[in-house]
Nanobody, 118 residues
C-alpha cells in the first residue's frame, strides 16, 4: 500500500522555523521525485518545492532563500526546513510522489497544518 505521511506542522510566530517530514512507504522511493505543496483557505494549490531522484531541487519564488528541501533515501523520507516564516506561509502542507519534478503527481499524502501568527 502506497503511503505518504506529512508531519511537523504547528503554530509558530512570524520569523520562526519548522521542519516538515514526509514519511513514505509502498513504492520505490529512490526512483521518484517528491514534491511539497500547500493550500490556504480560499486559494488554489501551490507547488512549494520538489526534489528529484538525483537530488536536484526546485523552489517557488515565494519561498526561495527561506525553505530547504532534502531527502534521506535510507529512511524513505523527505524534509522541508522552513525558516523566516511569514503569515502568508499559513496553509495545509502535503507531499506527493512524482515521476519527475513538474510532472503528474502519482501518489498523494495527507497534509499537516502550518499556522504562522503575526
Amino acid at each position: 500500500e502506497v503511503q505518504l505521511q506529512a508531519s511537523g506542522g504547528g503554530l509558530v510566530q512570524a520569523g520562526g522555523s519548522l521542519r516538515l517530514s514526509c514519511a513514505t512507504s509502498g513504492f520505490t522511493f529512490d526512483d521518484y521525485a517528491i514534491g511539497w505543496f500547500r493550500q490556504a483557505p480560499g486559494k488554489g494549490r501551490e507547488g512549494v518545492s520538489c526534489i528529484s531522484s538525483d537530488g536536484s531541487t526546485t523552489y517557488a519564488d515565494s519561498v526561495k532563500g527561506r525553505f530547504t528541501i532534502s531527502r534521506d533515501n535510507a529512511k524513505n523520507t523527505v524534509y522541508l526546513q522552513m525558516s523566516s516564516l511569514k503569515p502568508e506561509d499559513t496553509a495545509n502542507y502535503y507531499c506527493a510522489a512524482q515521476y519527475y519534478c513538474g510532472g503528474p503527481e502519482n501518489f498523494w499524502g495527507q497534509g499537516t497544518q502550518v499556522t504562522v501568527s503575526s
